[in-house]
Nanobody, 114 residues
Framework: QVQLVESGGGLVLPGGSLRLSCVAS????????MGWYRQAPGKERELVAV???????NYADSVKGRFIISRENAKNAVYLQMNSLKPEDTAVYYC????????WGQGTQVTVSS
């Protein structure tokens, strides 16, 4: 069993920055990837960024050049540094750990507004 706990969301002005953290507990064996997804009101959940067990990263086009995903294996943690935030980045952000099954965190709200 895997549990994911996110932190770091909040309210930020357009152009500001936030750093999301996700710490996993439980067995990390057979992990394929960890990443971040988001879901805005009335929209489907979408991929934001992912880092594979081999260290490769992938980003949604909408966040390339602004967001950086990183992983700290010793802490079973993944981070999302979000810079130059825009109002359209407003969403609930979910941490994901992928094995054969997907594991999800509870979500953390990010609101970008003046």
């Amino acid at each position: 069993q895997v549990q994911l706990v996110e932190s770091g969301g909040g309210l930020v002005l357009p152009g500001g920055s936030l750093r999301l953290s996700c710490v996993a507990s439980g067995s990390m064996s057979n992990m394929r990837a960890m990443g971040w997804y988001r879901q805005a009101p009335g929209k489907e959940r979408e991929l934001v960024a992912v880092v594979t067990s081999g260290g490769s990263t992938n980003y949604a086009d909408s966040v390339k050049g602004r967001f950086i995903i990183s992983r700290e294996n010793a802490k079973n943690a993944v981070y999302l540094q979000m810079n130059s935030l825009k109002p359209e980045d407003t969403a609930v952000y979910y941490c994901n750990l992928r094995k054969i099954y997907d594991y999800w965190g509870q979500g953390t709200q990010v609101t970008v507004s003046s």
